[in-house]
């Protein structure tokens, strides 16, 4: 059995797309996802004389009081619309909030003692959280401020957006 906790720290990431014919500036302001989990490995090879002994298949879950994401997204260049010309400050900017927060199971498959040195060793494991479908928000400002009434379709759209992949290496040390 494993009780442990992991952590992606605050990311941020930003990029200018296309969205029809216009280009928008994408700013991922903040991914943070934490959880404390508890897992159990089985080692279905262990009195195999190979390499095989020592693979394991984790299964367990994990509870994430923090899994949220915020997209700010704004034109990157003037809006034509007829023959008025907006700026992108005129038009605003939509800002998306994702939320997974609750409990997610987990399965993994992984190999153990990787490095092993008298009490040290160093262990890999692959795996996926299978998390709730997210809780979605729009919120927009100047032009764009009634598009909240969108945020219940990207809910939809976005509602297969569950499987968050985890690579651990864990160096472990026996007392």
Same mark, same amino acid.
């Given at each position: 059995?494993?009780? *442990? =906790?992991?952590?992606?720290? &605050?990311?941020?990431?930003? *990029?200018?797309?296309? %969205? $029809?014919?216009?280009? @928008?500036?994408? &700013?991922?302001? $903040?991914?943070?996802?934490?959880?404390?989990? %508890? /897992?159990?490995?089985?080692?279905?090879?262990?009195?195999?004389?190979? #390499?095989?002994?020592?693979?394991?298949?984790?299964? !367990?879950? *994990?509870?994430?009081?923090?899994?949220?994401?915020? =997209?700010?997204?704004? #034109?990157?260049?003037?809006?034509?619309?007829?023959?008025?010309?907006?700026?992108?400050?005129?038009?605003?900017? %939509?800002? @998306?909030?994702?939320?997974?927060? !609750?409990? =997610?199971?987990?399965? *993994?498959?992984?190999?153990?003692?990787?490095?092993?040195?008298?009490?040290?060793?160093?262990?890999?494991?692959?795996?996926?959280?299978?998390?709730?479908?997210?809780?979605?928000?729009?919120?927009? @400002? &100047?032009? %764009?401020?009634?598009?909240?009434?969108? $945020?219940?379709?990207?809910?939809?759209?976005? $509602?297969?957006?569950?499987?968050?992949?985890?690579?651990?290496?864990? #160096? &472990? #040390?026996? /007392?």
């Amino acid at each position: 059995l494993r009780l *442990g =906790a992991s952590i992606i720290p &605050n990311m941020k990431t930003s *990029g200018v797309y296309t %969205l $029809s014919s216009y280009n @928008t500036q994408v &700013n991922a302001s $903040s991914a943070n996802f934490w959880n404390a989990h %508890l /897992l159990m490995d089985v080692q279905p090879f262990y009195k195999a004389k190979s #390499f095989f002994k020592n693979v394991i298949l984790t299964t !367990g879950g *994990g509870y994430f009081p923090k899994a949220k994401a915020t =997209a700010i997204v704004q #034109f990157d260049q003037s809006y034509q619309y007829g023959d008025m010309t907006f700026s992108p400050a005129e038009v605003g900017q %939509l800002t @998306t909030v994702s939320s997974w927060a !609750g409990f =997610a199971p987990y399965a *993994g498959i992984g190999f153990n003692n990787l490095v092993s040195h008298n009490n040290f060793n160093l262990n890999l494991n692959l795996g996926t959280y299978y998390m709730e479908s997210p809780k979605v928000t729009i919120t927009g @400002t &100047n032009m %764009l401020v009634n598009n909240s009434s969108n $945020s219940a379709q990207l809910q939809k759209n976005m $509602s297969n957006y569950r499987w968050l992949p985890v690579v651990q290496l864990n #160096f &472990n #040390f026996n /007392l």
